[in-house]
Nanobody, 124 residues
């Protein structure tokens, strides 16, 4: 059974930075694409960023391009989301997700496993 555990969330002022981590366990030797989604109160869960198995292809939500960077360390089964120049509208619970495929996808239902989420609050 694959398990994902996010960490690194917290309270940060506008313009600040956070680095989220997602540690995966229970993975087999198959390839896995990874993604980050977020959900703000009263809103639907939305795609934020994703990365393919080899790490050489990434995708981002338009509003985070140039500010967020997704990366992965396959040796340690960990994916990261570096978030810079954070804005109040980035406030949400951030979820890590995995899919048993080489390539990533943009829709939440395409992902097989999910973490419990980590809260990110951007406020002065």
């Amino acid at each position: 059974q694959v398990q994902l555990a996010e960490s690194g969330g917290g309270l940060v002022q506008p313009g600040g930075s956070l680095r989220l981590s997602c540690a995966a366990s229970g993975l087999t030797s198959s390839t896995y694409a990874m993604a980050w989604f977020r959900q703000a109160p009263g809103k639907e869960r939305e795609f934020v960023a994703a990365i393919n198995w080899s790490g050489d292809d990434t995708g981002y939500l338009d509003s985070v391009k140039g500010r967020f960077t997704i990366s992965r360390d396959n040796a340690n089964n960990t994916v990261y989301l570096q978030m810079n120049n954070l804005k109040p509208e980035d406030t949400a619970v951030y979820y890590c997700a995995s899919r048993k495929s080489y390539s990533y996808y943009y829709l939440a239902f395409e992902y097989d496993y999910w973490g419990q989420g980590t809260q990110v609050t951007v406020s002065s």
